[in-house]
């Protein structure tokens, strides 16, 4: 008897561990693994900007029952790294990998095919679209909107120092620090400059480009350049912030982008525009997570559906009446009553254009597709996601070409 009660004790026990075991594996669930190729590091704020949206994103798919674990690589911005980076990754089990980066996709896309399994979403890219790999996508929220807006808050503030006699109208000049002469940058210059001069319509202009997307060296002097040039208000299309400290020592103010720099020139920086890659992360994880198919083209994505942002505002030296300018030019523009190229308020060689063409086959030599210039607009972004204004707009002056 008692060798029955042990035998049955001791199965009970197999049993019950088994149970436990069951129990154990059904409370951890498989975690998804994501990678992200970088062009910079956690020192520079493009690529802060980044990690900020992957962490939101990990905690809104933990929210959905969706585990994911980042692999990161640091400093490589295109070329053979970018290439050895993406077959790691993937071979890692990496079920996405993101380029967060202009120049990386060539190296990208001379890989991808070795490992279907993996989505390459090439950020800020446009080859991706239209290749013959169902697993590259591209994606690049409409940030001209946001620069639009950030333009109105540097208008707010020169318009402010006008009215107070402390610049004539005439010096109402912008120092724009550029990386490269080519749509992009362009877009988001003119965008800005077109915000600006909706609140101050005597502000010019001048842009002097890096041929860089990051160093803080040459953003730095480059910003000194500008100042030294009469520029009473920096902004940037750059990775670093030396633009806003340099603008800080040197007593003018500052609108950036990519992060808050209000941090590091809090006498200087206005308020920056950013876009938040949190909606696209958990938009292609979840995907992928569900058996979906990620879309070619991440395209119409701006200010309405929170893919564009801007930080907080510097109430402390933005103009007065700047936070409630911001939200009038930003309700318009949800309601597509402002179009931020709109053709009635610039013109080019002094006349209003009626020609603006995308080439969509990539091949900037080429010929383009379509006229993005319509109903009284140049339509941004409109038949891809990347930029594609270059027009050279009449009150902005190039201090130097960098392509």
Known sequence: MKKVLAILLALAMVFTLAACGEEEQAETPDVLKVGMVCIGDENAAYDRNFYMAADAATEILKGKGINVEWSYTYNHPEGDPVAVDCEELAE?????????SYGMEPAMLTVAADYPDTIFASLTNEASQRDDLANTVNAFPSIFEGRYLAGVAAGCKLQE??????????????????????????????????GARSVCPSATMLAEFI??????????????????????????????????TTSQSNGVYHVGYNIAMSDVAPEASIISSRIDWTNYFVYVIETIANGGTVDQDYLGHGLADGDVVLTELNEAIAAPGTAEKIAEAEAAIKAGTLQVFDTSKFTVGGATPTEGLVDMDGDFAGEPDYNAIFDGAYHESYFKSAPNFDLRIDGITLVNEAY
Not at 211 to 230: C, V
Request: hydrophobic share 45%; aromatic share 10%; charged share 15%.
């Open 92 to 100: 890692a089990g990496c079920k996405a990998v993101f380029l967060n």
């Open 161 to 194: 120092m006008i009215d107070n006699g402390e610049i004539t109208a005439e010096q109402a000049v912008i120092g724009y620090v550029g990386a490269y002469t080519f749509a992009e940058v362009l877009s988001g210059y003119t965008s800005f400059f077109l």
């Open 211 to 244: 041929g860089s997307w990051g160093d803080p060296t040459m953003e730095a002097a480059t910003a000194q350049d500008l100042i030294d040039r009469g520029a009473v208000l920096i902004s940037q299309h750059s990775d670093s912030t030396t633009p806003a």
